[in-house]
């Protein structure tokens, strides 16, 4: 049985890493994709071929997630193309090569930049899906977040912030958007290993000491709860956000 068969989602940041990995899976769960990236094009390019060729159906879009005209764009050109939208995966953040620093050392543009993809965007984006879930009556939007929002992290402060920014929307949007059966549930990695994650430590020197399951996670790791709450098996649930972290951080 396919858990998302019929469905059409659109995955932000989708060219690589965790975003790839959503793709793969959802496909594999029978869902319709529209892929989207703001500069990985030849990336997202190659997702999208990737799952076209296992049968899949698939369209990509360049869209800069902190505009407002680009996700309306992404929101028309889903429903052009598919008729509906009944999922997304707000997924795209900054992250990539982003350095540690005290946060007295942080510029104000640094700053600006964290909030715009990390929070606005997932705000935008579910301003521009919410006419067509409400209109259709029924929706699943799924946040990222991340396990440093529960344990801090030193030299992240904007990051950490900026997770935290997105379990409050998880939350909100959740008590706004509930009376139009359209659920906002976030997922919260721990440090998991990507191409993401590599340009900001050794992962081969992260300590899983802490970690019950005694390994680092992979993105593979972290599509199964995706892909749950994106499915009708969590009609009933909403505002929660889950950690998928090998037990690191319990709540």
């Known amino acids: 049985m396919k858990h998302l068969e019929g469905k059409v989602a659109i995955i932000t940041g989708a060219a690589k890493g965790l ?12 869902a319709k994709l529209v892929l989207v990236t703001r500069k990985d094009l ?9 799952i076209t060729a296992k ?3 698939c369209i990509f879009l360049q869209v800069d997630v902190t505009s407002f005209d680009d996700v309306k764009r992404m929101a028309d050109e889903t429903v052009k193309k598919f008729g509906k939208i009944d999922i997304l995966v707000n997924n795209a953040a900054y992250y990539f090569g ?19 993809i990390n929070v606005k965007g997932p705000w935008l984006c579910t301003q521009a899906v919410y006419p067509y879930m409400k209109a259709q009556g029924k929706g699943k939007i799924v946040m990222l977040t991340s396990e440093v929002f529960f344990t801090g992290s030193n030299g992240f402060v904007h990051y950490v912030a900026s997770k935290g920014g997105v379990v409050g929307l998880t939350r909100a949007l959740a008590a706004e958007l509930g009376p139009d059966n ?6 919260a990695p ?21 970690t019950p399951l005694k390994r680092l996670g992979t993105a593979e790791d972290i599509v199964g709860a995706t ?15 889950i950690l998928v972290d090998g037990g690191r951080a319990m709540h």
């Open 55 to 57: 049968g899949g159906e």
């Open 19 to 30: 975003g790839k990995a959503f793709a793969v899976g959802f496909a594999e769960e029978g």
């Open 227 to 241: 892909v749950f709450l994106a499915s009708d098996a969590a009609d009933f649930i909403t505002g929660q956000t």
């Open 42 to 50: 030849e990336g997202l390019k190659k997702a999208t071929e990737e």
């Open 190 to 210: 721990g440090y998991t290993d990507t191409e993401a994650s590599r340009t900001i430590a050794d992962v081969k020197k992260y300590d899983t000491s802490r």
């Open 182 to 187: 359209i659920t906002v549930n976030a997922v």
């Open 98 to 116: 982003v350095e540690r620093r005290p946060f007295t050392q942080i510029s104000v543009e640094e700053w600006d930049l964290m909030m715009g």
